[in-house]
């Protein structure tokens, strides 16, 4: 079946919520919930749209809980956007090439989601000697670092563009929670682009109905996604980043094992 049926778009905007800003992989954990339900990401253009579009929701909850901030701290902007420019021209340059070749392959899914968790247990030790509690605080040339990280990320599902950015700027020298709010506002451009950018190559190619189901997949991801933000910044203060790094490479081994077999 190529297209998605109320229930599914719902529960796929669940999911998009709860791990966009996880640095667990949302890409990783809607391909394999799309391999569950049965539905060919793989294959069908509107199942890729679907897939990034309903980030939206997940960029609206950001605007909800850091909007006033992002208005008006110009110094915030400055460091947005320098992080942004590696990751826009990576985007701009691959667009095509991630779309066509990398969106939904399990191979690569499963390689980042365990590499990635190792990095991120290094990283979080790191962290317990962090100089800077803000971005804010941190160099302009590790503002662009931190850019670059999340630029790879788009280059390859499974690494998480949270995940990329948090360890990137726990390797540069950010805090834990600092490192998680820059990954949060850095996401306002980066995925307001992207999604943009993808709407409008794929909006006459969209079928009947299915902007109902992306409006079904962005309300809930919109929600779900705005608790998970609140609920994150507290945990990573207590806990730090390797419970995700757990998680992460026990879901490769799952996936690898029921999916690459």
Do not use: C
Not at 109 to 137: I, N
């Amino acid at each position: 079946m190529g297209r998605v049926s109320v229930w599914e778009a719902l529960l796929l905007g669940v999911v998009e919520g709860l791990t966009e800003f996880v640095p667990v992989s949302s890409t990783g954990h809607l391909t394999l919930l799309f391999h569950l339900l049965d539905l060919p990401v793989q294959e069908e253009d509107f199942l890729k749209t679907f897939l990034i579009a309903i980030q939206l929701g997940a960029i609206l909850a950001i605007l909800l809980l850091y909007g006033r901030r992002f208005a008006v701290d110009r110094a915030l902007w400055l460091r947005i956007g320098l992080a942004f420019l590696p990751t826009g021209a990576m985007g701009f340059l691959l667009y095509g090439f991630i779309r066509g070749e990398i969106l939904g392959n399990d191979g690569i899914v499963v390689f980042f989601l365990f590499s990635v968790g190792l990095l991120l247990l290094l990283a979080d030790r790191l962290a317990q000697r962090a100089r800077y509690g803000d971005v804010l605080e941190l160099p302009l040339h590790r503002v662009l670092l931190i850019g670059v990280f999340q630029g790879l990320a788009a280059l390859f599902p499974g690494t998480s563009r949270s995940g990329a950015t948090i360890l990137g700027g726990l390797l540069l020298g950010l805090r834990r929670r600092a490192a998680a709010e820059f990954s949060f506002l850095l996401a306002l451009p980066t995925m307001a682009v992207a999604v943009g950018y993808d709407l409008y190559r794929s909006a006459p190619a969209i079928p009947e109905g299915g902007w109902f189901l992306l409006g079904i997949g962005f309300l809930s991801a919109m929600v779900t996604a705005f608790l998970t933000v609140r609920w994150m910044l507290g945990f990573v203060e207590r806990f730090g980043f390797r419970p995700f790094a757990y998680y992460r490479m026990a879901l490769a081994a799952v996936y690898a094992y029921f999916f690459l077999g």
